[in-house]
């Protein structure tokens, strides 16, 4: 080479060199971070995916979170649910022993319906404090609020009971309609005797859902004060004037009436046996499942059951809305009815626990755990002995409890632990599948550096010699 102002070969090793350079910082970066996509030019399609799948990965972070939070704000209502249980079945046993009147003063009876009066004070306590973060869990205000029906409709006497355990409202939250068509009504078991009264001496063995007893009636009796006496044991309620009516205390196709004939001729033939009828239709042009009075629905998008009125008939229509409420549980990642479950808890104070209603005489019947408190329809100290219905109603109450814990028990298990465990594993793929994408492999790239650090020594040194190989032109000025 005997060209002096263009140094080609320094120009070719200074290119080279500086590749190699940038090579080596991007290969320390990536070292350094642990990352492989540090920016758009490292891996531009690489990069795209890796923010989507991040974006995933934090959306299902959050999920996570939120099905725990859910899940201890379950186990928190269902803690407070089992201490009013445990009052409630408190109650039961002061109610069983207060039915011992024949050895109990009446300041016995004052003092044991005094802890009844306590019991029911700590339900209200327990109802009215229970809190998560702040929010009231029992109280009512994560109930389901209703347009057109009340939870008790004492009114028209349509529902004696309305009880919505779920509700998923769409994506604008508008209001949920609930038509109802009742097809069947529900009945007792009843069965008629011609003889109001008795023309010889008879005898009757009445069974019924509570159990069975044998009624004497002597010539002359009436009938109906006979099987009335034994009501309480049998469940079998006499009623009527010209005909006497042996009903069942209950409805639906679990309540029945027989009676045999031991003696005489009270009924014709040896046994009638009759059943009640359950009620039948459909909740928004849905079948539902009818038992006795109650009518129960589940979907994935509503749950709920409607107990009838004794006095409704067949053939009845009506509609309410479900307006708002619920306590509403985010449990997927994408913000829609299928990633929530809307949950409702109604109010478990003493007032709420039961229900009011309309007999079939269309007088009204309080059936609620307030009235045990101190002059209450029902409690100790009332005129009349309503100890039997007292036990009715706290067992009810028991039911409702258990039945509530059950069904978020359930919850937790079926759908928010599920649920977190497949969120779980969803975040273990998807970040595994992100690392393969953004995430250094440390091997491959110190052995890439490796390789850099020894191009850049090579580099310099070939930079040298190409610096140095014009000074040969030199020899050429000095005429050697």
Excluded: C, H, W
Aim: hydrophobic share 40%; proline share 0%; glycine share 10%.
């Amino acid at each position: 080479m005997s060209r002096i102002n263009t140094n080609v070969d320094s120009l070719v090793a200074l290119n080279n060199l500086a590749r190699t350079n940038q090579q080596l910082g991007v290969s320390l970066t990536r070292l350094s971070t642990g990352v492989r996509v540090n920016s758009g030019k490292d891996d531009p399609a690489g990069l795209i995916s890796g923010e989507f799948l991040r974006s995933e990965i934090n959306s299902i972070s959050s999920a996570i979170g939120n099905n725990n939070r859910a899940n201890a704000v379950l186990s928190t209502t269902d803690s407070a649910l089992g201490e009013i249980g445990d009052l409630l079945g408190g109650i039961r046993g002061i109610l069983t022993t207060s039915a011992n009147r024949g050895v109990l003063s009446q300041d016995e009876i004052n003092a044991n319906q005094s802890a009844i009066d306590s019991a029911i004070s700590s339900v209200n306590r327990i109802a009215n404090s229970t809190q998560f973060g702040g929010r009231k869990l029992l109280d009512g205000s994560l109930g389901f609020q209703l347009s057109g029906v009340g939870r008790t409709d004492v009114a028209n006497a349509t529902f004696s009971d309305v009880q919505v355990n779920l509700a998923n409202f769409n994506a604008t939250g508008s209001a949920i309609t609930v038509n109802v068509t009742l097809t069947t009504a529900a009945t007792q078991a009843s069965v008629a005797l011609a003889q109001t009264t008795a023309t010889i001496d008879s005898t009757i063995e009445v069974i019924g859902n509570g159990g069975s007893a044998i009624v004497k009636v002597g010539s002359g009796q009436n009938v109906l004060d006979a099987i009335n006496s034994v009501s309480d044991v049998t469940g079998v309620i006499a009623t009527g004037s010209s005909t006497v009516y042996l009903n069942s205390s209950n409805f639906g196709s679990d309540s029945f009436v027989t009676v045999n004939n031991v003696a005489g001729g009270l009924i014709s033939g040896l046994t009638t046996n009759v059943k009640g009828t359950d009620v039948a239709g459909s909740i928004n042009g849905q079948a539902f499942s009818g038992k006795g009075l109650n009518a129960t629905l589940k979907t994935s998008n509503l749950d709920l059951t409607l107990t009838f009125g004794q006095s409704v008939s067949a053939s009845t229509a009506t509609n309410f809305t479900i307006a708002s409420g619920g306590a509403k549980f985010q449990l997927g990642i994408q913000l829609n009815s299928a990633n929530q479950i809307n949950v409702g808890l109604d109010s478990f104070s003493s007032a709420s626990l039961g229900n009011v209603f309309v007999d079939t005489a269309g007088t009204r019947q309080d059936r609620t755990v307030a009235s045990l408190a101190t002059g209450g329809q029902n409690s100790l100290t009332a005129s009349t002995d309503r100890s039997a219905i007292a036990v009715g109603i706290i067992q009810d109450a028991i039911s409702k409890v258990t039945t509530t814990r059950a069904r978020i028990g359930s919850i937790q298990s079926n759908t928010i632990e599920t649920n977190l465990r497949s969120l779980q594993v969803n975040k273990e793929n998807l970040s595994s599948a992100r690392s393969q994408i953004v995430d250094t492999d440390f091997a491959e790239e110190t052995a890439n550096l490796t390789r850099l650090q020894i191009l850049v020594q090579a580099g310099t040194s070939s930079l040298a010699i190409a610096n140095s190989r014009p000074q040969s032109v030199l020899s050429l000025l000095s005429g050697r």
